[in-house]
């Protein structure tokens, strides 16, 4: 038998949230973690089983033009711009 050598990818350290410590938002779609470890998405509600939240990870703003990584890597190399003047224009 193959040893699977597939490795969760994490971008930084995500944590859920108390939402006694960190009120959830309302009406925001969230990740949801019930108290039976179970990760669901939906709307916070308190008469429910739910112990902890985390919001959605975000696109990039050139993600939403349906760039990849690789385009936008290639697009800055090309610019000549440094990082942050380069994503201001991606903005745009």
């Known amino acids: 038998m193959s040893e699977n050598k597939n490795m969760p990818a994490a971008s930084g350290e995500v944590y859920w ?4 410590q960190e ?3 309302r009406g ?7 108290s039976g470890g ?12 739910f112990v902890a ?6 696109k990039r703003p050139a993600q939403h033009r349906g760039l990849t990584d690789e385009q936008i890597s290639d697009l800055w190399h090309q ?3 440094q990082p942050f003047k380069f994503a201001r224009m991606l903005v745009k």
């Open 17 to 20: 949230r108390d939402p006694e």
């Open 28 to 34: 925001s779609k969230l990740l949801i973690l019930t």
């Open 79 to 81: 610019s000549g711009q």
């Open 38 to 49: 179970v990760a669901v998405f939906g709307d916070w509600m308190d008469d429910s089983n």
């Open 53 to 58: 939240w985390s919001p959605l990870p975000k």
């Open 23 to 25: 009120p959830p938002p």
